[in-house]
């Protein structure tokens, strides 16, 4: 489990759909610090890969998201896992990632069946825990636990810019420290 590269990354926004708005409790907090990710990404060159489940019935990605994806593509799904759509794994590929940051919900059905392929299938996964959420807390705390003796790797949206970056004389430091606060 290595240091998070930039030129190695990629960073997967799982159904972070407006249809669970009124459902999950911290929602709207995920989703702005999910946007931040996004944000994040994009100034440190990582690119980001956007899933939705079912977007007929469980609507768009939510709008502070949206707002920040610049053209991104955003993959439509109907299976629990991203990997179980071949576009996912295509832009993985074409992006030539092996590590993937993974934010998203619901923590315990889409994100862990997510993280649990794509450990299976060779990548290193980094769960940004401040970033993933489900309706019942207690099911986030589950999924984690199971995902850890998996291989994920435990992180967080500060943590993983920082270690994007390296260090204090990047280039994108001003602008990631700003984008944090």
Request: proline letters at 4%; one cysteine or more; aromatic letters at 4%.
């Amino acid at each position: 489990m290595g240091k998070l590269q930039p030129e190695r990354a990629a960073l997967a926004v799982i159904d972070m759909q407006e249809g669970f708005r009124a459902v999950i409790p911290d929602f709207d907090a995920v989703a702005a610090r999910i946007a931040k990710a996004v944000q994040g990404a994009h100034l440190l060159n990582v690119p980001v890969v956007v899933t939705e489940q079912y977007p007929r019935g469980l609507k768009q990605t939510a709008a502070e998201i949206r707002g920040c994806l610049n053209g991104v593509a955003v993959l439509e799904k109907m299976t629990f896992s991203s990997c179980g759509i071949e576009a996912f794994g295509s832009e993985l590929r074409g992006r030539q990632a092996r590590q993937v940051l993974v934010c998203g919900i619901e923590a315990h059905i889409c994100v862990t069946q997510t993280a649990l392929d794509l450990i299976e299938e060779g990548y290193e996964v980094h769960l940004l825990v401040d970033c993933i959420t489900s309706r019942d807390p207690r099911s986030k705390e589950i999924a984690l636990a199971r995902l850890q003796p998996a291989g994920a790797i435990v992180s967080c949206l500060e943590m993983a810019l920082f270690e994007l970056m390296s260090t204090a004389e990047s280039p994108q430091f001003k602008a990631v420290q700003a984008l944090i606060r």
